[in-house]
């Protein structure tokens, strides 16, 4: 999930219940919102989809805790460094600089002396997933839980 403002980039995944009920399962998510989120969090933590050679992007996922609209609790699990999404859902091909002559800067991407990267052209790269995994996984344990209690 990348920093637009602070805002994390939301990552969403389709399972199957199978049998279970919905409604049943939505109740057993809604109880159990704060501990499950925790489960994620540590999920994208731990996964080996990416490698993170200074830690930024592990140390930026995080619950954050907000109300929509309606006023409703919503908890949110995301990755805020701001190249979160380029990791995630990848690029799809090559950019370059849009600035005549000037090189662009590679957001969230730092030289071993703190600088700023700058550069001509940025090749295309492919997505490694790592929040929408680690929720796919947290649910579809939440889903054999309920329905063992079934």
């Known amino acids: 999930m990348s920093r637009r403002g602070n805002r994390p980039i939301m990552a969403s995944v ?78 799809q091909a090559p950019r370059r600089s849009d600035r005549e002559g000037g090189k662009m800067f590679l957001d969230g991407v730092y030289s071993r002396k703190g600088r700023g990267v700058f550069v001509d052209e940025v090749g295309p790269m492919p997505a490694r997933p790592f929040l929408r995994p680690a929720l796919e996984k947290v649910l579809m344990r939440a889903a054999s839980t309920v329905s063992k209690r079934e």
């Open 14 to 91: 389709k399972i199957d219940l199978g049998d279970i009920d919905a409604g049943q399962f939505a109740g057993y998510l809604e109880g159990h919102i704060e501990e499950l989120a925790k489960e994620v969090k540590a999920e994208a933590k731990a996964s080996t989809a990416f490698t993170d050679r200074t830690g930024t992007l592990r140390k930026s996922i995080r619950i954050q805790t907000m109300r929509d609209a309606d006023g409703e609790k919503i908890v949110v699990v995301g990755a805020f460094a701001p190249h979160a999404h380029l990791v995630e859902f990848g690029t």
